[in-house]
């Protein structure tokens, strides 16, 4: 997590109060922040020069919040698969535990300002960067080549997101959700490592006699 104090990170707390899911930070009043917050509204501008460079510090709040506990995870895992399961397993969690931070990321990323959106969308693509990384550092799916595993990244990034809400207002529908996350991730890198594969070793593969 950033390490925020003071007026700043009341700011920023009491925003994530307020939204709902009819309400995008930008739509948020700065009395209405300040008060939330237990500070004079002007107190905002010491801080911030607008609501966009506002929502941009609460958006790498939030970033940073999570992809801390993620990236340790992937580094410690010892397969593609239990990478896959413990990634989804933790941010599923953060995004119930933290609901309101979870619309904010879903909503500005079609939300009326283009400097959240385009903030929003560097850090998907930072995201998925490092989970590339970890992956490839930790030679979790070998043989795939190192644009194919960005590209799965990029795509499962954005698919968990998708499915962010739903994980959240859909309590009987969470334990699918997540096998449903788990198995899209680990049949894109599956599929990616048969695409590696010549005519012979696949056929080879589907010759072999089933594990036990």
């Known amino acids: 997590m950033q390490r925020l104090a003071g007026g700043k990170l009341k700011l920023i707390q009491a925003a994530l109060r307020l939204i709902t899911q009819s309400r995008s930070l930008t739509s948020l009043g700065l009395r209405e922040l300040a008060r939330e917050a237990g500070l004079n509204p002007n107190t905002f501008y010491r801080?911030?020069?607008?609501?966009?460079?506002?929502g941009l510090q609460v958006l790498g709040y939030i970033a940073e919040d999570m992809k801390a506990g993620v990236?340790?995870?992937?580094?410690?895992?010892?397969?593609s698969e239990?990478?896959?399961?413990?990634?989804?397993?933790f941010v599923y969690h953060y995004f119930l535990a933290n609901p309101a931070a979870t619309t904010v990321a879903v909503r500005e990323l079609?939300?009326?300002?283009?400097?959240?959106?385009?903030?929003?969308?560097?850090q998907l693509d930072a995201s998925a960067r490092?989970?590339?990384?970890?992956?490839?550092?930790?030679?979790?799916?070998?043989?795939?080549?190192?644009v194919v595993v960005q590209e799965i990244s990029n795509m499962t990034i954005r698919y968990i997101l998708f499915r962010a809400m739903d994980y959240i207002e859909k309590p009987g529908q969470r334990e699918r959700i997540q096998v449903e996350t788990e198995r899209f991730i680990n049949r894109q890198f599956r599929g990616a490592l048969i695409e590696e594969l010549d005519s012979g070793q696949?056929?080879?593969l589907k010759q072999a006699p089933a594990a036990d």
Do not use: K, Y
């Open 47 to 54: 801080h911030f020069r607008n609501l966009d460079e506002f």
């Open 71 to 79: 990236r340790q995870l992937r580094q410690m895992a010892d397969s």
């Open 82 to 89: 239990q990478a896959s399961h413990d990634t989804v397993t």
């Open 110 to 122: 079609h939300g009326p300002s283009p400097v959240l959106r385009r903030a929003l969308e560097a």
């Open 130 to 146: 490092e989970m590339a990384e970890d992956i490839l550092e930790r030679g979790l799916v070998p043989g795939v080549d190192e």
């Open 202 to 204: 696949i056929l080879a």
